[in-house]
């Protein structure tokens, strides 16, 4: 199966198949940090 097909699953097809995991390499900006003291963890995943 290709990762495409599994990003494009419902809810349904999950469960059959299986989850997928994406994971994000990155610095502050992947952690979620915009300015000196700002995180907003809601608006980055």
């Avoid at 999950?14 to 900006?29: M, P, T």
């Avoid at 000196?36 to 608006?43: A, Q, T």
Wanted: aromatic share 12%; glycine share 12%.
């Amino acid at each position: 199966m290709k990762v495409s097909d599994k990003l494009n699953m419902d809810f349904e097809g999950l469960k059959k198949n299986g989850a997928i995991n994406i994971i994000a390499l990155g610095d502050s900006v992947t952690h979620g940090a915009f300015a000196l003291g700002e995180f907003d963890y809601n608006i980055i995943y």
